[in-house]
């Protein structure tokens, strides 16, 4: 069983730093389960790897221990896959031999552990039950570009098809506390076993290092049933992800919040407004296959797919509750078929780079950014403008110079938006993007404008320059 890690961050010999294991030599070290090794095989200037080589002891795993039901005989406790296939033995090695550099310190180099570095894991024997696509599915989100190649039941019978393992690559530029974190949860849930008992800790565990990432990953609840493997223990564990004790639920408040948005801009009629001039920029433009990202209750998505010039309409959203409510308002069983084959819904977060974005003309974020924290706004500039990469972006945030003209409105006019800019901040932000991603910005105003304040809406249009 091997786990290696290789960067060409330079010098690439910080890996062993990071890892507080040093490149000259060997580390070893005795479990219950067999041995572990740490070694470089290569650690140069220019390319560094770390390789975890674990021996297990398919005899020690069984020494003393009673056949269980359904074990026929005896010989059932000592053929099975642990000695070559990943699994949570090799997740309690990375906690021993990288626990200090999964936590993020690094006392030699502490800004070389926030430092986000090329990186390269390979794990050549992963049990993956649900096959390729479902490791797409766990780390492509993260961030991660994935080879996963099936291994054959026996390469001398290729007739026999594959097997349940993949051997499995994962490649980004990440802080490596991230990849050993992603590896340390995401392995035992590919591989549905764990080699101890599972109680309430498991999810404290789980819970600690999903931190950041688990609780708007789309595959949150395979993740947290997979992991923990029991109802009860799942349950109380999404309780936690979703709404932490004394708060309402996350849909709840935002639909809540939603209706008051509404209320603040009906009397301008500005959410149609809105919705009708993206759909005119996208038509303008050419574009046959359109995004609709944070698409809520599918509004615009009825709009796009009235138009034949639309071949493909896509809508993402992070919530489940406004997805449901997409496909009910949208109702595609009661479409023409024609139509109904334009249109996918997909559970999904804008922070996280997910394949299924790419090879889009266009694609629309209506009133969206303005509830992205800062830093999860940077995430979702790369994961739209770099990974994904549509030839159009139509783009739709309030003007806060405007908002003086709203009878009644103090603050913010949703409860859950973390900034509202004026015309200028949303232009400085817009042509920064623009000008690193490779795009050009174009402005447009959407509903009345005020000679002074500006129109309540504004929109940016990026295209690839």
């Not at 642990?82 to 030699?108: D, H, L, Q």
Request: aromatic share 8%; hydrophobic share 40%.
């Amino acid at each position: 069983m091997i786990l290696t890690i290789s960067t060409t961050h330079q010098p690439a010999t910080d890996l062993g730093y990071l890892l507080h294991k040093n490149p000259s030599r060997m580390h070893s070290g005795e479990f219950g389960f067999g041995k572990v090794h740490v070694l470089y095989p290569e650690a140069t200037e220019e390319r560094c790897t770390a390789a975890m080589v674990m021996e297990v002891d398919p005899v020690g795993l069984v020494r003393g221990r009673k056949g269980q039901p359904g074990e026929s005989g005896v010989l059932a406790q000592y053929v099975n896959d642990r000695p070559y296939s990943a699994n949570s033995f090799m997740v309690t090695a990375i906690r021993e031999f990288f626990g200090t550099a999964m936590n993020g310190r690094c006392k030699e180099r502490p800004e070389l552990a926030e430092t986000a570095i090329p990186l390269t894991a390979r794990l050549p024997s992963l049990r993956a039950k649900g096959g390729e696509a479902f490791v797409r599915a766990l780390f492509e989100p993260l961030g991660y570009e994935v080879e996963a190649r099936a291994l054959p039941l026996d390469q001398e019978f290729p007739e026999w098809g594959d097997s349940p393992y993949v051997d499995l690559t994962l490649s980004a530029t990440k802080r490596l506390s991230e990849l050993l974190t992603h590896l340390y949860v995401l392995i035992p849930v590919l591989d549905m076993a764990k080699h101890y008992w599972i109680d309430e800790d498991e999810v404290e565990k789980l819970l600690k290092r999903g931190e950041g990432w688990l609780a708007t990953h789309p595959q949150k609840e395979s993740i947290t049933r997979r992991y923990l493997r029991h109802r009860r223990l799942t349950n109380l564990a999404l309780e936690q992800l979703v709404a932490p004790e004394g708060e309402e639920d996350a849909d709840e408040q935002a639909e809540e919040a939603a209706a008051q948005e509404e209320a603040v801009e009906r009397r301008v009629s500005l959410h149609d407004q809105r919705l009708n001039a993206v759909r005119d920029v996208i038509l303008e433009s050419g574009a046959k296959r359109v995004l609709d990202l944070g698409c809520g209750e599918g509004k615009l998505i009825r709009l796009l797919l009235k138009e034949t010039q639309f071949e493909a309409v896509v809508g993402m959203d992070v919530s489940h509750v406004q997805l449901e409510k997409a496909h009910q308002r949208i109702n595609p069983d009661r479409l023409p078929s024609r139509v109904a084959s334009k249109l996918t819904l997909l559970h999904g977060s804008l922070v996280y780079r997910d394949a299924r974005l790419t090879g889009f003309d266009a694609a629309a974020v209506v009133e969206v950014i303005e509830h992205l924290d800062e830093p999860r706004l940077a995430a979702f500039e790369r994961v739209l403008f770099e990974f994904a990469r549509p030839k159009l972006v139509v783009l739709t945030t309030p003007n806060r110079e405007y908002n003086d003209l709203f009878e009644g409105l103090t603050g913010f006019r949703h409860r859950d938006h973390r900034f509202e800019w004026t015309r200028g901040e949303f232009e400085g932000w817009a042509n920064g993007v623009a000008a690193r991603f490779g795009y050009r910005a174009e402005f447009q105003p959407v509903g009345p404008v005020d000679p002074e304040r500006g129109a309540p809406s504004q929109m940016g249009i990026f295209g690839i320059a």
